[in-house]
């Protein structure tokens, strides 16, 4: 338990000493890799959460070394799943979302950032899953284009002055109705928990 204890402490101490203050021009670039859990939510009921993997990008540009604009380009899977008398039925719906956050950095090192905006997002597959069998939904049934808050935090870790480690977690909430088959008013919703490396160029 000692060494453990030493060890992250070594970790942190490691991150601190190589913190770096951005200047307004500053730009990061973050591929990066995480875990999704989606549901839908509409006016009647909730489905249950739906895991996938998310994978992406996002470019950070700094404005000064508190705020930055945050774009680029995420893959998601969202969408439900629902259970019942032994039945597995499942809507997965494959979306790339380009977020526009406003990014703040805090802390007197500036490793912890808070981020929050907008995010379009565009279906890129849309398949209903019964009890393994899967058929496609049909374009007259669901949206192409989806408008969703965003927001998220996250903490880098320092490596050396143009490299770092993020790990962060990013919530989507949907601000515009999905179905087109029924007046029924449905919305994805979900979170992601992500790692990344951050690159500055």
Known sequence: MKRVLLSLFALASFGLANAQIKEKGTVEITPKIGVSSFAEFSNRDNTNYNSG?????????????????????????????????????????????????????????????????????????STFIENGNKTTIPESAIESFQLGLTYGIGYKIGINDKF?????????????????????????NGYSLNVGGVIQL
């Open 164 to 188: 770092g480690i993020l790990i962060d977690a990013q919530f989507f909430s949907g601000m515009t109705n999905i179905n087109k088959a029924t007046q029924e008013r449905i919305t994805n």
């Open 53 to 125: 993997v998310e994978l992406g990008a996002t470019v950070d540009y700094y404005f000064n070394n508190r705020w930055s604009l945050r774009s680029g380009l995420i893959a998601d899977k969202m969408g439900s799943r629902i259970e019942d008398a032994g039945n597995v039925y499942e809507d997965e719906l494959k979306y790339l979302s380009i977020p526009v956050n406003a990014n703040w950095h805090f802390g007197s090192t500036r490793k912890w950032n808070l981020n929050f905006g907008l995010s379009p997002s565009f279906l890129t597959s």
